[in-house]
């Protein structure tokens, strides 16, 4: 596997909404967090490209749920993060933490002139 780079903000939200729904983080799961923690609509294919690629790098893993007649005979597939995903949203937070540091006068202020 070739190294990581640093996640992207989308990365990052989706690998916190994961965390957040805990055994029950499945696609539409996902969404749904994210939808009522940011108030940002979200398009369905872009949630899951974006968990494809995260397991694709190892930050999370599924696993697929037994199929039902209510899902037209389709599993569901449930995520779960890794600890190198772990790792890598702590790197993310830690980095947005780094940069807001010294800025509390100016962000308080609510303008940047």
Do not use: C, N, W
């Not at 994210?34 to 294919?45: S, Y």
């Not at 599993?75 to 702590?90: A, D, E, I, N, S």
């Not at 780094?98 to 800025?103: E, N, T």
Request: net charge positive; charged share 25%.
């Amino acid at each position: 596997m070739a190294p990581l780079g640093p996640l992207g903000e989308f990365e990052a939200i989706v690998v916190m909404a994961v965390l957040h729904l805990g055994e029950a983080a499945a696609g539409t799961a996902v969404r749904e967090e994210i939808a009522r923690r940011t108030g940002r609509a979200v398009a369905r294919g872009a949630v899951y490209v974006t968990l494809d690629r995260l397991e694709a790098k190892g930050l999370l893993l599924s696993r697929l749920d037994k199929a039902t007649p209510e899902r037209g005979g389709h599993p569901r597939r449930f995520f779960k993060v890794t600890t190198l995903g772990l790792k890598q949203v702590r790197h993310a937070l830690a980095t947005v933490e780094r940069m807001r540091a010294g800025l509390e006068p100016l962000l308080a202020r609510g303008d940047h002139s």
